[in-house]
Every structure is written in C-alpha cells, then in structure tokens.
C-alpha cells in the first residue's frame, strides 16, 4: 500500500509538471517585461515573504552580489496568512511613513530623501486564495484595486506568483495561470516562483524546498524565489552570482539555473 501511494504521488507530479510545461506556452505565458529593475522595494505580502531572515534581504544581497556598486533597498511589510485585500495599500504610501528611514551597515539610521520611497511594489496573495473557490474572484478584484493604487503612487506593480504545497503539486497549474492572467489583465510583471518551484522538484526531488509544514520555503526556497526575483527584473542570466545564501555552491548554482530556464520559458526570452 505505502508503494502504491508513493506510484500515485509520483504520477500525480509528473501529470502536473506536464501540465505546467504546456500552460507556461500558452495562455499562463506572461506578457510583460520591464525596462529597468526597480531600485527601492516594497514587499506585500505575508510568511511566504518572511521566513529565513525575508527574501528581501536574500534578494538584497543577490543584486549586491551581482553587481558590488548596486544600492538595492527593500522593505517587508508582511501579515501572516494575508490576502491581497487585507493591505491598505493606501496608507503604505503616506508620507513619513514606510520607507522613510533605512538601517545600513552597524545598525545605523540613514533618512531617505522624501518624496516617492518606492519605485516598485510586489506583492502576493494568500497561499491558496487566487484559486479557492470562495476567495479567487476577491484575488482579481484586489489585482486591479492595489495595482491601480501603487501606479497612483508612482511606483511600479508587480506580482509574486506562489507555489504549490509540497502535498498539494496539483496547485501549481492553477496557481500560475492565476497570477498570469492576472498580471496580464492589469499589465503588471509576474515572477514566476511557483513554475520555478515545480521546475526544481522535478529536476532534484531530493532538495527540499519547505519547511515541515509543506508550505512555507526552507533557504533553498527562498533562494530559489529571490534568484527568481532577480532574472525577472534585472532579465540578466542569475548563474554566476556568489552569493549563496549560506547554500552550499552547487545547490546555490543549480537553483540560480533553475530561476534562469523559468524566467526563459516564461517570458519567451
């Protein structure tokens, strides 16, 4: 019986990373790309974004990596389990507010130039609520609604596609047809961390991507989404970068290809 239910499991996955390669072709290929990376981030979103110290600062440190005269700056501002419609966007860009002041180097304070603190927002959904039957009409609504409040803002808005649970590999098509159409609806850029999830697992089932929860990212998921993060916005080839995350090179190596072939396949580059 244990042998039978590990044969459906597997033929499960594989039925879904099939699927996923054939929808990242069609309908779920996004039709946006950016000119320029933002420089200064603000993340909505909820624990996806927060575990492992938060992608941001792993993001941070990827483009600092990259290119040493970078000066990436990014705020979290996460609400645990949230939904899009949870964040008053709004007040996130009150003056004096998020962003007003950063803390570089020995915990020091440095004051941002006031004005627009943010040049771009990414932003995700509850794990599961762009495709629950009772929440994924509030995700669509929610897109347009944050969307048009960030470009009222003068920064750019951006969405995070999520992953799949790990018990759950069925999630991964809708999800990312979810986010595309989406983005698409909205002309806003999806980065496609849940097809780099799915993509990785079929390449190295034995890395593990969670935590024992099945849901949320261990560093290698985390890593992964950031190298994500980056191929997305930079549209730069993440292979290469030395920062690892505390990985070990060649499992920092292997996800920064899987983030380049995602971004490739996704995008049409």
């Known amino acids: 019986m244990a042998f039978l239910n590990q044969f459906l499991r597997q033929f499960i996955f594989l039925f879904v990373v099939c699927a996923i390669c054939h929808v990242a072709n069609a309908q779920t290929q996004s039709k946006r790309n950016l000119t320029a990376a933002p420089i200064s981030i603000m993340w909505v979103g909820n624990s996806f974004f927060y575990y492992n110290n938060s992608m941001h600062n792993i993001y941070g440190n990827f483009v600092r990596s990259a ?64 495709i629950h039957p009772e929440l994924k009409g509030t995700f669509h609504e929610f897109a347009k609604k944050q969307s048009d409040i960030v470009r009222k803002n003068g920064a750019t808005p951006i969405l995070f596609m999520s992953w799949a649970y790990k018990d759950k590999p069925e999630m991964a098509v809708p999800l990312a047809e979810a986010y595309t159409t989406a983005g698409n609806n909205n002309d806003m850029l999806v980065i496609p961390a849940g097809l780099a999830f799915a993509r990785a697992i079929k390449l190295r089932p034995d890395l593990e991507l969670y935590q024992l929860d099945k849901r949320h990212p261990s560093l290698a998921g985390s890593y992964l989404a950031a190298a994500t993060v980056y191929a997305t916005l930079y549209g730069k080839s993440p292979v290469g970068v030395k920062f690892t995350g505390g990985l070990d090179p060649d499992t920092a190596t292997f996800l920064q290809g899987v983030a380049l072939d995602t971004t490739k396949e996704y995008f049409a580059r």
């Open 67 to 130: 290119d040493p005269q970078a000066r990436p700056r990014g705020t979290s501002v996460t609400i645990s389990g949230s939904g899009l419609e949870w964040h008053d966007m709004e007040s996130y860009f009150r003056p004096n507010g998020i962003g007003r002041y950063s803390f570089v180097g020995d915990n020091e304070i440095i004051f941002n130039k006031p004005g627009r603190q943010f040049d771009g927002v990414i932003m995700m959904d509850c794990s599961q609520c762009p």
